[in-house]
């Protein structure tokens, strides 16, 4: 790992790396990609596996994530022989399928490009070992509730024994109650730190502000921290800024996939100072350096505020 920049894991991996990899009969919680990905090479030097997969199901809400989990897999499976497939909206499906039937150790999706596939007898579930929701507190509700919920009962008729391990920054009671009907009554909860609780390294300023006067603030503010800011908002603010000489690029909704990616790849590289984006998408970033997040219009969920600052600061720490 250490071609990788991997020297040694992190807090959260450190408490769970050593529950995930445990001969258990039961469910349990934990960081997925680097013991999974260790589970797997075992398997694979053993031959206990069939030819074709997919054995690690990762779901993610946001094409945003979906990628970046799956660059970050293939990263560490370069050199282990190991197949990652990627697959979201507006991602090729015949490029997808074409890969899946070669043979797929380690799959990363969208709900709906996996509702797809299953529904359409592209995708076998019954070799999956391990389904990881990331970023669970957004999948169990909203419009993805039910998809995840018809998964779970399909992996469940079809391979019983498959492990379920769900993942967030904040998971307020509400959660944990939607998470306990999918898991086994004797699954593990890990807990790093306190809950729904932001960094001690990251600084939070409150600016009251109205109408107009927030694009003045704002701009000051950028204007002092001209690179490193990521501004999380909507297409408007990003002709505002960029009315005003400042490099903006946006990744709203609107957007093509393509067109937001191309946003996000200038952002890291340093082209532009400033990404504008929804709260949605802002939740799927983890770029390396981000020294400032505006929040420009409060956000009545405290939980999806504090779910931004930690996945996109989590690069920087």
């Known amino acids: 790992m250490m071609d990788k920049n991997i020297y040694q894991p992190t807090l959260i991996q450190k408490s769970a790396i050593p529950v995930i990899i445990a001969k258990k009969e039961y469910d349990l919680m934990g960081p997925f990609l680097l013991p999974i990905i260790d589970e797997l090479c075992k398997l694979k030097f053993k031959r206990a596996l069939p030819s074709i997969g997919p054995f690690a199901l990762i779901v993610a809400p946001t094409r945003e994530l979906a990628q970046q989990l799956g660059d970050a897999a293939k990263a560490y499976t370069r050199d282990l022989s190991l197949n990652v497939v990627t697959t979201y909206g507006e991602t090729s499906v015949h490029d997808a399928i074409r890969e899946i039937r070669r043979g797929s150790d380690i799959l990363v999706a969208t709900p709906g490009r996996l509702k797809q596939f299953i529904n359409e007898k592209i995708l076998n579930v019954s070799t999956v070992r391990w389904l990881i929701l990331d970023e669970a507190d957004k999948l169990l509700q909203d419009q993805f509730s039910k998809d995840i919920a018809l998964l779970k009962e399909t992996l469940a008729e079809l391979n019983p024994n498959h492990r379920t391990f769900m993942f967030s920054a904040t998971f307020d009671r509400n959660i944990q109650y939607l998470a306990e009907r999918l898991l ?134």
């Open 184 to 317: 086994n009554p004797n699954f593990f909860y890990v807990s790093v730190g306190s809950e729904n609780i932001i960094s001690e390294t990251v600084q939070q300023n409150f600016v009251e502000a109205k109408g107009f006067k927030k694009v003045e603030i704002l701009h000051t503010v950028l204007m002092a921290y001209s690179r490193g800011s990521d501004t999380d908002s909507r297409g408007l603010e990003w002709d505002r800024l960029s009315l005003r000489g400042i490099k903006t690029m946006c990744t709203n909704g609107d957007r093509t996939q393509q067109q937001r990616q191309e946003a996000i790849d200038l952002f890291e590289k340093g082209e532009v100072d400033v990404l504008v984006s929804t709260n949605v998408t802002a939740r799927g970033l983890n770029i390396l350096g981000v020294t400032h997040i505006s929040q420009v219009s409060f956000i009545t969920k405290i939980n999806s505020d504090l779910s931004v600052i930690s996945s996109i600061t989590a690069a920087t720490k």
